[in-house]
């Protein structure tokens, strides 16, 4: 029998969901938030999460970043051909830079063009970034066009996980869930 591979610790496990929830969460709140002729309070209550949890993941993502550096995951099935495991590789390198340049260009966007982000200003964390008109632009065009580069990703991400959950059926996805690592026999 064929044995199973080697699955993720348990903090890796809780990162990876933590963030894929949150995630999950902006994009809609940011796709809403920027339509026209949405009721005022519900634009900005969707704001208020969208600027204030996304503010958040630029901590989370960097525990996670930080885990990543330091714990390497396990290899994959041998059964798995060289291409896929190519092309997990470049996709994971591409959610990590995506996940990173996400938050801090909204980040950027919000705080060069002179907005509020509730729950830091009632810290009283400085803004770190200067008003600028320009810079704003440029940061709302890049995070607008990330974003889609970002949903195209995750598309292929969650294909491929449930490929090799109900199709291929060969552990990788038990490496990943459930949330919490079991013990192993
Ligand atoms: C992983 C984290 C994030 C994701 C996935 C995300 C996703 C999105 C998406 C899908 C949009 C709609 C883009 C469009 O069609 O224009 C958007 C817009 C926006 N996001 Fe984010 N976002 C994230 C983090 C943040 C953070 C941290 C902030 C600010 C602190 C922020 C501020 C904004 C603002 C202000 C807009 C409206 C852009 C504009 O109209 O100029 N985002 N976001």
Redesign the pocket.
């Known amino acids: 029998m064929e044995r199973l591979p080697q699955g993720h610790g348990t903090t890796t496990r809780v990162l990876h969901w933590l ?1 894929a929830v ?2 999950l969460l ?6 809403i ?2 339509r026209e002729g949405l009721p005022r309070n519900l634009q900005d209550t969707l ?1 208020v999460f ?6 958040l ?2 901590v989370i ?1 960097a525990l996670r970043l930080a885990w990543r550096m330091t714990h390497r995951p396990p290899g994959l099935p041998a059964t798995m051909p060289a291409w896929q495991r190519r092309a997990a590789a470049a996709s994971h390198v591409a959610l990590y830079v ?2 990173v340049a ?6 950027v ?3 060069a ?1 002179g ?1 509020p ?1 509730e729950a830091l200003d009632a810290i009283g964390f400085p803004a770190l970034i200067p008003e600028s008109k320009a810079l ?2 440029a ?3 890049f ?2 066009i990330a ?2 580069i ?2 195209g990703i995750i598309a292929i991400h969650v294909a491929a996980a449930l490929q090799h959950a109900l199709i291929r059926r060969d552990g990788v996805f038990q490496r990943m869930w459930p949330p919490v690592a079991r013990e192993r026999p």
Do not use: C, D, Q, T
């Not at 902006?26 to 796709?31: E, F, K, N, S, V």
């Not at 996400?102 to 980040?107: D, E, N, R």
């Open positions: 963030v949150l995630i902006m994009i809609p709140a940011g796709l938030m920027v704001f969208h600027k204030n949890v996304g503010s993941l630029i993502v995506l996940m996400m938050p801090l260009s909204g980040y966007r919000v705080r063009g907005f982000i704003a632009e940061a709302s065009s995070h607008a974003a889609f970002l949903i």
